[in-house]
């Protein structure tokens, strides 16, 4: 059992040895951290969206925006697009699951708009209907994915393919890659670094 222990942990530390040797993934981060900060000081919010451990994720960074990360600070305009948990049922039973995103995306997404979907496999057809209305509304579209990126490759703006396809290490790498945004955004719009 420990030795199963130990190849869990190893599993996730190549992942993220992976993430740490990827430019292009690094520089994605890079360019996220100014695009979110200029979206918040534009008055513009940032919405998420996932299903299952993605929704949680989402939940999870869009709380570390709304809430605080490591400064005392005003909240900044982020939020999960799944917590009306009755909006979510009547739409669900009344049309469909795979437009629940996508119809809030057209009622409260604004143009300059930043939705971040996280999808491990990047196939969650609910999340790729919201990244499509999101592109009509002239969003920013951020994708966290597995290592394919999947449908949402070509509907996003901005991809993290997390060079995996064990969903476990995915969601692992999409946290730490989101609270390395969440603290840098949080530092240059409030302290200007």
């Known amino acids: 059992m420990i030795n199963t222990i130990k190849d869990i942990i190893n599993a996730s530390v190549s992942v993220k040895q992976q993430l740490l040797a990827d430019e292009k993934i690094l520089s994605t981060v890079n360019t996220l951290v100014d695009v979110i900060t200029d979206a918040f000081k534009n008055g513009n919010k940032v919405l998420f969206c996932g299903n299952g451990g993605s929704a949680a994720d989402a939940q999870h960074l869009a709380a570390e925006f709304s809430g605080r990360f490591y400064i005392d600070r005003d ?43 996280l999808s491990t496999s990047g196939n969650s057809k609910n999340v790729v209907l919201a990244f499509e209305e999101a592109k009509r509304k002239g969003m ?54």
Request: contains cysteine; charged residues 20%; aromatic residues 8%.
């Open 140 to 193: 920013i579209t951020v994708g966290f994915t597995g290592a394919t990126g999947g449908k949402m490759k070509d509907v996003s703006d901005y991809l993290l393919n997390v060079p995996s396809i064990d969903t476990p290490r995915i969601q692992e790498s999409h946290i730490l890659l989101g609270h390395i945004i969440c603290q840098l955004v949080e530092e240059k719009y409030f302290n200007g670094k």
């Open 75 to 117: 909240a900044l305009p982020a939020e999960a697009l799944h917590v009306n948990t009755s909006y979510l049922t009547a739409v669900g039973n009344d049309y469909s699951y795979d437009v629940i995103y996508a119809r809030l995306i057209k009622g409260l997404g604004q143009k300059g708009d930043v939705l971040v979907g």
